[in-house]
Protein backbone atom coordinates (compact mmCIF):
# COMPACT_ATOMS: atom_id res chain seq x y z
CA UNK A 1 0.00 0.00 0.00
CA UNK A 2 1.14 3.55 -0.87
CA UNK A 3 0.93 6.43 1.77
CA UNK A 4 0.49 9.97 0.42
CA UNK A 5 4.73 11.32 0.43
CA UNK A 6 5.60 13.45 3.25
CA UNK A 7 8.57 14.96 4.53
CA UNK A 8 10.73 12.74 5.80
CA UNK A 9 14.55 11.66 5.13
CA UNK A 10 15.63 8.75 3.29
CA UNK A 11 18.28 6.36 5.06
CA UNK A 12 20.86 7.87 3.79
CA UNK A 13 19.96 10.97 5.28
CA UNK A 14 19.10 14.02 3.15
CA UNK A 15 22.75 16.24 2.61
CA UNK A 16 21.25 19.79 3.24
CA UNK A 17 20.69 21.69 6.48
CA UNK A 18 19.09 24.61 5.17
CA UNK A 19 18.55 28.05 7.09
CA UNK A 20 20.86 26.82 9.69
CA UNK A 21 23.55 29.67 9.26
CA UNK A 22 24.38 32.90 8.12
CA UNK A 23 26.37 34.03 4.90
CA UNK A 24 29.64 31.58 4.25
CA UNK A 25 32.09 31.58 2.06
CA UNK A 26 31.46 30.69 -1.42
CA UNK A 27 33.49 27.14 -2.40
CA UNK A 28 32.56 24.69 -4.55
CA UNK A 29 34.51 21.61 -6.09
CA UNK A 30 37.74 19.53 -3.95
CA UNK A 31 40.32 21.89 -4.82
CA UNK A 32 38.72 25.00 -3.44
CA UNK A 33 37.48 22.94 -0.34
CA UNK A 34 41.40 21.75 0.04
CA UNK A 35 42.37 25.86 -0.07
CA UNK A 36 39.51 27.32 2.03
CA UNK A 37 41.03 24.15 5.05
CA UNK A 38 44.51 25.12 4.48
CA UNK A 39 43.35 29.12 5.04
CA UNK A 40 42.03 28.01 8.02
CA UNK A 41 45.09 25.52 9.26
CA UNK A 42 47.17 28.75 8.39
CA UNK A 43 45.43 30.91 10.94
CA UNK A 44 45.29 28.62 13.51
CA UNK A 45 48.93 28.88 13.97
CA UNK A 46 48.93 32.16 14.79
CA UNK A 47 45.94 32.22 17.53
CA UNK A 48 45.53 31.22 20.95
CA UNK A 49 42.52 29.01 22.32
CA UNK A 50 40.39 30.85 24.72
CA UNK A 51 40.68 34.40 22.35
CA UNK A 52 37.54 36.30 20.42
CA UNK A 53 40.22 35.15 17.48
CA UNK A 54 39.37 31.19 18.58
CA UNK A 55 35.61 31.84 18.68
CA UNK A 56 35.86 33.50 15.15
CA UNK A 57 37.97 30.23 13.67
CA UNK A 58 35.74 28.02 15.51
CA UNK A 59 32.64 29.67 13.73
CA UNK A 60 34.86 29.51 10.44
CA UNK A 61 35.21 26.04 10.92
CA UNK A 62 31.98 25.50 11.43
CA UNK A 63 30.96 27.26 8.03
CA UNK A 64 33.33 24.77 5.77
CA UNK A 65 32.49 22.12 7.65
CA UNK A 66 28.94 22.71 7.05
CA UNK A 67 29.59 23.26 3.46
CA UNK A 68 31.53 19.65 3.49
CA UNK A 69 28.51 17.69 4.39
CA UNK A 70 26.20 19.73 2.08
CA UNK A 71 28.25 18.51 -0.83
CA UNK A 72 28.14 14.94 0.73
CA UNK A 73 31.54 15.14 2.02
CA UNK A 74 30.28 13.55 5.58
CA UNK A 75 33.96 12.35 6.25
CA UNK A 76 36.18 15.82 5.53
CA UNK A 77 33.02 17.38 7.56
CA UNK A 78 33.60 15.54 10.59
CA UNK A 79 37.06 16.86 10.99
CA UNK A 80 36.19 20.41 10.27
CA UNK A 81 33.60 20.43 12.81
CA UNK A 82 36.43 18.47 15.42
CA UNK A 83 38.11 21.57 14.27
CA UNK A 84 35.46 23.77 15.60
CA UNK A 85 34.85 22.62 18.76
CA UNK A 86 38.20 21.65 19.48
CA UNK A 87 38.66 25.77 19.09
CA UNK A 88 35.31 26.60 20.92
CA UNK A 89 33.81 23.90 23.00
CA UNK A 90 30.46 26.47 23.97
CA UNK A 91 30.20 25.91 19.73
CA UNK A 92 26.84 24.18 20.09
CA UNK A 93 26.14 24.41 16.31
CA UNK A 94 29.35 22.49 15.22
CA UNK A 95 28.32 19.94 17.68
CA UNK A 96 24.85 19.54 16.67
CA UNK A 97 25.85 19.02 12.85
CA UNK A 98 28.37 17.16 13.85
CA UNK A 99 25.68 14.88 14.96
CA UNK A 100 23.94 14.84 12.05
CA UNK A 101 27.86 14.19 9.96
CA UNK A 102 28.07 11.14 12.11
CA UNK A 103 24.35 9.99 11.84
CA UNK A 104 25.61 10.00 8.18
CA UNK A 105 28.62 8.16 8.36
CA UNK A 106 26.73 5.58 10.85
CA UNK A 107 28.55 6.17 13.80
CA UNK A 108 25.76 6.60 16.02
CA UNK A 109 27.91 5.98 19.21
CA UNK A 110 29.70 9.38 18.34
CA UNK A 111 26.37 11.09 17.24
CA UNK A 112 24.74 10.76 19.92
CA UNK A 113 27.95 11.78 21.81
CA UNK A 114 27.72 15.32 20.54
CA UNK A 115 24.04 15.77 20.39
CA UNK A 116 24.28 15.18 24.26
CA UNK A 117 27.08 18.42 24.31
CA UNK A 118 25.34 19.90 22.35
CA UNK A 119 21.70 19.71 24.08
CA UNK A 120 24.20 22.03 27.18
CA UNK A 121 25.05 24.13 24.36
CA UNK A 122 21.51 25.13 23.09
CA UNK A 123 21.89 28.82 22.97
CA UNK A 124 24.47 28.20 20.07
CA UNK A 125 22.21 25.39 18.42
CA UNK A 126 18.99 26.99 16.61
CA UNK A 127 16.17 24.89 17.14
CA UNK A 128 16.18 24.37 13.34
CA UNK A 129 18.80 21.86 12.90
CA UNK A 130 17.07 19.79 15.50
CA UNK A 131 14.02 19.51 13.30
CA UNK A 132 16.54 18.28 11.00
CA UNK A 133 18.43 16.08 13.50
CA UNK A 134 15.14 14.67 14.94
CA UNK A 135 14.14 13.96 11.15
CA UNK A 136 17.80 12.14 10.01
CA UNK A 137 16.63 9.81 13.51
CA UNK A 138 13.57 8.92 12.66
CA UNK A 139 14.12 7.67 9.14
CA UNK A 140 16.46 5.62 10.36
CA UNK A 141 13.98 4.21 13.30
CA UNK A 142 15.99 5.44 15.91
CA UNK A 143 12.78 6.75 17.77
CA UNK A 144 14.49 7.54 21.30
CA UNK A 145 17.17 9.91 19.43
CA UNK A 146 14.35 11.47 17.41
CA UNK A 147 12.42 12.05 20.19
CA UNK A 148 14.62 13.68 22.46
CA UNK A 149 15.89 16.01 19.02
CA UNK A 150 11.93 17.03 18.45
CA UNK A 151 12.28 17.73 22.24
CA UNK A 152 15.19 19.97 22.42
CA UNK A 153 13.56 22.01 18.96
CA UNK A 154 10.37 22.53 20.98
CA UNK A 155 12.16 23.61 24.06
CA UNK A 156 14.43 26.01 21.72
CA UNK A 157 11.23 27.73 20.70
CA UNK A 158 10.43 25.77 17.33
CA UNK A 159 6.39 25.23 16.77
CA UNK A 160 6.36 23.59 13.42
CA UNK A 161 2.76 21.79 13.62
CA UNK A 162 4.51 19.10 11.44
CA UNK A 163 6.91 18.45 13.47
CA UNK A 164 4.73 18.63 16.43
CA UNK A 165 2.45 15.70 15.08
CA UNK A 166 5.66 13.56 14.05
CA UNK A 167 7.02 13.54 17.82
CA UNK A 168 3.87 13.02 19.44
CA UNK A 169 3.47 10.21 17.12
CA UNK A 170 6.91 8.67 17.78
CA UNK A 171 6.33 9.05 21.49
CA UNK A 172 2.83 6.87 20.98
CA UNK A 173 5.11 4.59 18.89
CA UNK A 174 7.60 3.85 21.57
CA UNK A 175 4.65 3.39 23.73
CA UNK A 176 3.40 0.63 21.61
CA UNK A 177 6.25 -1.09 20.55
CA UNK A 178 8.33 -1.71 23.39
CA UNK A 179 11.54 -3.85 23.26
CA UNK A 180 12.22 -3.90 19.71
CA UNK A 181 15.02 -5.99 18.63
CA UNK A 182 17.25 -5.40 15.55
CA UNK A 183 18.94 -7.21 12.74
CA UNK A 184 20.89 -6.16 9.62
CA UNK A 185 22.12 -7.41 6.85
CA UNK A 186 22.97 -5.87 3.32
CA UNK A 187 20.71 -3.09 2.75
CA UNK A 188 18.19 -3.40 5.36
CA UNK A 189 17.95 -2.50 9.02
CA UNK A 190 15.47 -4.73 10.64
CA UNK A 191 13.35 -3.73 13.80
CA UNK A 192 10.88 -6.79 15.30
CA UNK A 193 8.34 -6.86 18.13
CA UNK A 194 10.21 -9.39 20.93
CA UNK A 195 7.37 -12.02 20.34
CA UNK A 196 7.86 -12.37 16.71
CA UNK A 197 10.68 -14.60 16.38
CA UNK A 198 14.47 -14.40 15.42
CA UNK A 199 13.93 -17.32 12.38
CA UNK A 200 10.99 -15.11 11.46
CA UNK A 201 13.03 -12.00 11.29
CA UNK A 202 15.88 -14.10 9.49
CA UNK A 203 13.77 -15.50 6.74
CA UNK A 204 12.15 -11.94 6.23
CA UNK A 205 15.51 -10.17 5.93
CA UNK A 206 16.64 -13.35 3.44
CA UNK A 207 13.55 -12.42 1.45
CA UNK A 208 13.99 -9.05 1.34
CA UNK A 209 17.48 -9.56 -0.12
CA UNK A 210 16.25 -12.01 -3.09
CA UNK A 211 13.46 -9.38 -4.24
CA UNK A 212 15.65 -6.91 -3.57
CA UNK A 213 18.30 -8.24 -6.14
CA UNK A 214 15.13 -9.04 -8.96
CA UNK A 215 13.89 -5.78 -8.55
CA UNK A 216 16.91 -3.51 -8.93
CA UNK A 217 17.73 -5.26 -11.94
CA UNK A 218 14.19 -4.66 -13.49
CA UNK A 219 14.43 -1.26 -12.39
CA UNK A 220 17.63 -0.32 -13.04
CA UNK A 221 18.09 1.39 -9.77
CA UNK A 222 19.54 0.90 -6.00
CA UNK A 223 18.40 1.97 -3.01
CA UNK A 224 20.28 5.37 -1.79
CA UNK A 225 21.26 3.62 1.64
CA UNK A 226 20.31 0.88 4.47
CA UNK A 227 16.38 0.47 3.94
CA UNK A 228 14.89 0.56 7.73
CA UNK A 229 12.09 -2.17 7.79
CA UNK A 230 9.83 -2.79 11.13
CA UNK A 231 7.70 -6.19 11.75
CA UNK A 232 4.84 -5.69 14.32
CA UNK A 233 3.13 -8.29 16.35
CA UNK A 234 -0.49 -7.19 15.50
CA UNK A 235 -2.15 -4.03 14.00
CA UNK A 236 -1.17 -1.55 17.11
CA UNK A 237 0.70 0.63 15.45
CA UNK A 238 -1.37 -0.24 11.96
CA UNK A 239 -4.47 1.65 14.30
CA UNK A 240 -2.22 4.81 15.17
CA UNK A 241 -1.98 5.89 11.60
CA UNK A 242 -4.98 4.67 10.52
CA UNK A 243 -3.80 2.05 7.78
CA UNK A 244 -7.35 0.25 7.17
CA UNK A 245 -7.56 -2.94 8.26
CA UNK A 246 -7.66 -4.99 4.64
CA UNK A 247 -3.84 -3.58 4.42
CA UNK A 248 -1.32 -5.72 5.91
CA UNK A 249 2.01 -3.69 4.78
CA UNK A 250 2.27 0.02 3.91
CA UNK A 251 5.35 1.73 2.86
CA UNK A 252 5.98 5.76 3.95
CA UNK A 253 9.29 5.77 3.81
CA UNK A 254 9.86 2.68 5.96
CA UNK A 255 8.78 -0.88 4.81
CA UNK A 256 6.12 -1.70 8.02
CA UNK A 257 4.43 -5.10 8.02
CA UNK A 258 2.05 -6.17 10.44
CA UNK A 259 3.06 -10.25 11.66
CA UNK A 260 0.43 -12.53 13.26
CA UNK A 261 3.51 -14.66 14.39
CA UNK A 262 1.09 -17.71 14.61
CA UNK A 263 -1.15 -17.49 11.66
CA UNK A 264 0.99 -15.56 8.69
CA UNK A 265 2.27 -18.17 6.06
CA UNK A 266 6.44 -17.46 5.27
CA UNK A 267 4.84 -17.11 1.99
CA UNK A 268 2.50 -14.81 2.69
CA UNK A 269 4.92 -12.54 4.78
CA UNK A 270 7.29 -12.36 1.89
CA UNK A 271 4.59 -11.53 -0.56
CA UNK A 272 4.45 -8.27 1.47
CA UNK A 273 7.74 -7.32 2.00
CA UNK A 274 8.09 -7.32 -1.65
CA UNK A 275 5.11 -5.36 -2.41
CA UNK A 276 6.40 -2.95 0.14
CA UNK A 277 10.04 -3.10 -1.36
CA UNK A 278 8.48 -2.73 -4.50
CA UNK A 279 6.92 0.96 -3.90
CA UNK A 280 10.53 2.55 -2.14
CA UNK A 281 12.21 0.82 -5.12
CA UNK A 282 9.37 3.07 -7.60
CA UNK A 283 9.56 5.74 -5.83
CA UNK A 284 13.55 5.79 -6.18
CA UNK A 285 13.35 4.89 -9.75
CA UNK A 286 10.82 7.32 -10.85
CA UNK A 287 12.10 10.44 -8.54
CA UNK A 288 8.70 9.65 -7.13
CA UNK A 289 6.84 11.07 -9.70
CA UNK A 290 4.65 7.60 -10.60
CA UNK A 291 0.71 7.86 -9.96
CA UNK A 292 -0.75 5.60 -7.32
CA UNK A 293 -1.87 3.07 -10.08
CA UNK A 294 1.10 2.44 -11.84
CA UNK A 295 2.96 2.13 -8.15
CA UNK A 296 0.33 -0.21 -7.05
CA UNK A 297 0.13 -2.33 -10.14
CA UNK A 298 3.69 -2.50 -10.68
CA UNK A 299 4.31 -3.54 -7.09
CA UNK A 300 1.99 -6.19 -7.38
CA UNK A 301 3.66 -7.26 -10.51
CA UNK A 302 7.23 -7.44 -9.16
CA UNK A 303 6.35 -9.15 -5.94
CA UNK A 304 4.86 -11.91 -8.14
CA UNK A 305 0.93 -11.04 -8.32
CA UNK A 306 -0.42 -12.41 -11.61
CA UNK A 307 -4.44 -12.29 -12.41
CA UNK A 308 -5.74 -14.76 -15.55
CA UNK A 309 -7.44 -13.26 -18.34
CA UNK A 310 -10.04 -14.94 -17.66
CA UNK A 311 -10.82 -13.45 -14.43
CA UNK A 312 -11.27 -9.70 -15.20
CA UNK A 313 -14.95 -10.04 -16.34
CA UNK A 314 -15.80 -11.90 -13.14
CA UNK A 315 -13.78 -9.38 -11.27
CA UNK A 316 -15.45 -6.46 -13.45
CA UNK A 317 -18.96 -7.64 -13.18
CA UNK A 318 -21.46 -4.58 -12.70
CA UNK A 319 -18.98 -2.24 -14.17
CA UNK A 320 -16.60 -1.54 -11.60
CA UNK A 321 -14.11 -0.34 -13.69
CA UNK A 322 -12.60 2.56 -14.10
CA UNK A 323 -13.41 4.73 -17.44
CA UNK A 324 -9.52 6.62 -17.29
CA UNK A 325 -6.48 6.72 -15.71
CA UNK A 326 -7.56 10.23 -13.71
CA UNK A 327 -10.42 8.46 -12.69
CA UNK A 328 -8.55 5.46 -11.37
CA UNK A 329 -6.01 7.38 -9.66
CA UNK A 330 -8.78 8.99 -7.71
CA UNK A 331 -9.91 5.94 -6.40
CA UNK A 332 -6.61 5.49 -4.16
CA UNK A 333 -6.50 8.54 -2.58
CA UNK A 334 -9.74 8.09 -1.06
CA UNK A 335 -10.59 5.88 1.71
CA UNK A 336 -12.47 2.12 0.09
CA UNK A 337 -13.69 -1.22 1.83
CA UNK A 338 -12.40 -3.97 1.24
CA UNK A 339 -14.11 -4.68 -1.99
CA UNK A 340 -13.76 -1.47 -3.16
CA UNK A 341 -10.21 -2.18 -2.45
CA UNK A 342 -9.73 -5.18 -4.45
CA UNK A 343 -11.40 -3.94 -7.47
CA UNK A 344 -8.77 -1.20 -7.41
CA UNK A 345 -5.37 -3.34 -7.03
CA UNK A 346 -6.80 -5.71 -9.72
CA UNK A 347 -7.23 -3.17 -12.11
CA UNK A 348 -3.79 -1.85 -11.33
CA UNK A 349 -2.08 -4.75 -11.81
CA UNK A 350 -4.44 -5.83 -14.92
CA UNK A 351 -3.28 -3.06 -16.57
CA UNK A 352 0.55 -3.05 -16.10
CA UNK A 353 0.07 -6.72 -17.36
CA UNK A 354 -1.08 -5.52 -20.17
CA UNK A 355 1.25 -2.87 -20.95
CA UNK A 356 3.90 -6.09 -20.19
CA UNK A 357 2.30 -8.48 -22.59
CA UNK A 358 1.59 -5.94 -25.32
CA UNK A 359 4.79 -3.86 -24.98
CA UNK A 360 6.82 -5.45 -23.37
CA UNK A 361 8.64 -5.26 -20.02
CA UNK A 362 11.09 -2.49 -21.41
CA UNK A 363 8.56 -0.39 -22.22
CA UNK A 364 7.10 -0.69 -18.81
CA UNK A 365 10.68 0.38 -17.23
CA UNK A 366 11.54 3.13 -20.07
CA UNK A 367 7.76 4.49 -18.69
CA UNK A 368 9.37 4.52 -15.30
CA UNK A 369 12.64 6.27 -16.48
CA UNK A 370 10.70 8.89 -18.71
CA UNK A 371 8.52 9.94 -15.29
CA UNK A 372 11.95 10.25 -13.83
CA UNK A 373 12.83 12.77 -16.50
CA UNK A 374 10.36 15.16 -16.13
CA UNK A 375 7.64 13.88 -18.70
CA UNK A 376 4.06 13.56 -17.97
CA UNK A 377 1.97 10.29 -18.17
CA UNK A 378 0.63 11.10 -21.27
CA UNK A 379 4.28 11.85 -22.50
CA UNK A 380 5.62 9.23 -21.66
CA UNK A 381 2.99 6.34 -22.62
CA UNK A 382 3.08 7.66 -25.87
CA UNK A 383 6.59 7.61 -25.84
CA UNK A 384 7.14 4.18 -24.97
CA UNK A 385 3.89 2.14 -25.86
CA UNK A 386 2.70 4.02 -28.79
CA UNK A 387 -0.32 5.02 -26.91
CA UNK A 388 -2.52 7.56 -25.19
CA UNK A 389 -3.79 7.90 -21.72
CA UNK A 390 -7.56 7.16 -23.47
CA UNK A 391 -6.17 4.44 -25.74
CA UNK A 392 -4.47 2.57 -22.64
CA UNK A 393 -7.48 2.32 -20.98
CA UNK A 394 -9.84 0.91 -23.75
CA UNK A 395 -6.87 -1.80 -25.44
CA UNK A 396 -7.12 -3.09 -21.95
CA UNK A 397 -10.72 -3.63 -21.97
CA UNK A 398 -10.60 -5.29 -25.45
CA UNK A 399 -7.20 -7.71 -24.01
CA UNK A 400 -8.82 -8.30 -20.87
CA UNK A 401 -12.80 -8.59 -22.07
CA UNK A 402 -14.68 -6.61 -20.72
Known amino acids: MRQPPFAFLSPAILAATLGM ?85 DNFVAARFYLSLAQDRTPEAPATIYRTLGEAYEGLHRLEDAVDAWEEFVQLGGDDPAILRRLAKARAEMTLTPGQRFLEKDNFSLFYDDEIPQETAEEALSSLGEAYRLQSAFLRTELPGTQPVILYAGRAYFGLSSVPDWASGVFDGKIRV ?27 ASHDRAPGWLHEGLAQWLEGRRIPRSEFRRLFSGGRHAESLTQLEARFH ?69
Open 334 to 402: RASDVFAARAHYAESLGLVEFLVQERGEEAVRCVIDDLAAGASLEQSLRRETQLSEAEVVSHFRSWAGL
Open 21 to 105: AGPRAATSGTAELDRAAAALHRRAETISPGTDQARALSRDFSDLGRTCLEKGESGRAVELLEEAYAWDEENGLALAELTLANIRL
Open 258 to 284: SVEPEKRARSELSGVLAHELAHAMIRR
